[in-house]
């Protein structure tokens, strides 16, 4: 190990030569490393793996031969590199302890990078959180909800929740469901919303054609679906359009939509 004796018995070991040796080995170590860390930069830039892989694989490269030089110049001064080893081992562990959920980060984004389960532009849902990716980074995933908040997801999470891709495919079912009264009859019913659903010019014909299903019984009206599929970025202009639009056509085809009722019998 280095004490205060052995650091005062290499610096009064060290020559003029020596030294000159020390600072052309630094100086010459120091473009070598720019150089090769430059070319590393080129051919991973050639490489077909994601951005973030690239960085990553560059950054660790670099690390170790900066590391390389860092030995290379403390060995010419004639230290022991047993004992600067060994204290580089307990700094590393040290270190790796108190960035563990850094590096956990890391090591989940290195995954979503390579599995692509969501790319920037996709509208997904992580956990309980949906929105637009604007952006994957190697530790977080940055994702905008559609109320305008900018989340920072750990890749931690990213990579090891549940992740619903609503863009991947490029088509998003849409579904609006609507309770019409018992009165009204069920073929009109389907005719009137089918009409209404076809007005959209977004819709897609595939994978299905545009339908009304009836879908339900409930306790003061019978429950209707009408099911499209549309482009992702459709989804919510065409949904909220149709449930604008669906009062007046009711009332406009003498279709009623009905108040919640209990029927109360009295006994005397």
Same mark, same amino acid.
């Given at each position: 190990?280095?004490?205060?004796? $052995?650091?005062?018995?290499? *610096?009064?070991?060290?020559?003029?030569?020596? %030294? /000159? &040796? +020390?600072? =052309?080995?630094?100086?010459? #170590?120091?473009?070598?490393?720019?150089?090769?860390g430059k070319s590393i930069t080129r051919v991973m830039n050639r490489t077909r793996l994601a951005k973030g892989v690239? $960085?990553?694989?560059?950054? *660790?490269?670099?690390?170790?031969?900066?590391? %390389? /030089? &860092? +030995?290379? =110049?403390?060995?010419?001064? #004639?230290?022991?590199?047993?004992?600067?080893?060994?204290?580089?081992?307990?700094?590393?562990?040290?270190?790796?302890?108190?960035?563990?959920?850094?590096?956990?980060?890391?090591?989940?984004?290195?995954?979503?990078?390579?599995?692509?389960p969501l790319a920037s532009g996709d509208f997904v849902k992580v956990g309980e959180i949906s929105g637009t990716v604007k952006e994957v980074e190697l530790t977080y995933t940055l994702l905008e909800t559609p109320d305008g908040q900018l989340v920072h997801i750990p890749?931690?999470?990213?990579?090891?929740?549940?992740?619903?891709?609503?863009?991947?495919?490029?088509?998003?079912?849409?579904?609006?469901?609507?309770?019409?009264?018992?009165?009204?009859?069920?073929?009109?019913v389907k005719e009137v919303l089918l009409r209404l659903l076809r007005s959209a010019p977004e819709l897609l014909e595939e994978p299905a054609e545009p339908c009304v299903l009836l879908s339900g019984y409930g306790d003061s009206a019978i429950e209707y679906t009408m099911r499209a599929w549309v482009r992702p970025e459709d989804y919510w202009p065409v949904k909220f359009r149709l449930q604008d639009?669906?009062?007046?056509?009711?009332?406009?085809?003498?279709?009623?939509i009905p108040y919640p009722q209990v029927d109360v019998h009295m006994i005397s």
């Open positions: 190990m280095l004490d205060q004796e $052995n650091i005062t018995q290499i *610096v009064q070991s060290i020559s003029w030569q020596n %030294l /000159l &040796i +020390i600072c =052309v080995t630094a100086v010459a #170590g120091f473009f070598l490393v720019r150089l090769l690239q $960085n990553l694989i560059c950054t *660790v490269i670099k690390t170790i031969l900066w590391a %390389l /030089l &860092i +030995i290379a =110049v403390i060995s010419s001064i #004639g230290v022991d590199m047993g004992g600067v080893i060994a204290i580089l081992s307990v700094g590393l562990l040290a270190v790796s302890m108190a960035v563990q959920e850094v590096l956990s980060n890391v090591a989940g984004g290195v995954q979503v990078i390579s599995n692509h890749n931690s999470i990213t990579a090891t929740r549940e992740v619903t891709n609503y863009t991947a495919l490029g088509h998003r079912r849409l579904d609006v469901v609507i309770g019409i009264s018992y009165n009204c009859e069920p073929e009109k639009q669906l009062y007046d056509e009711l009332k406009n085809n003498g279709i009623s």
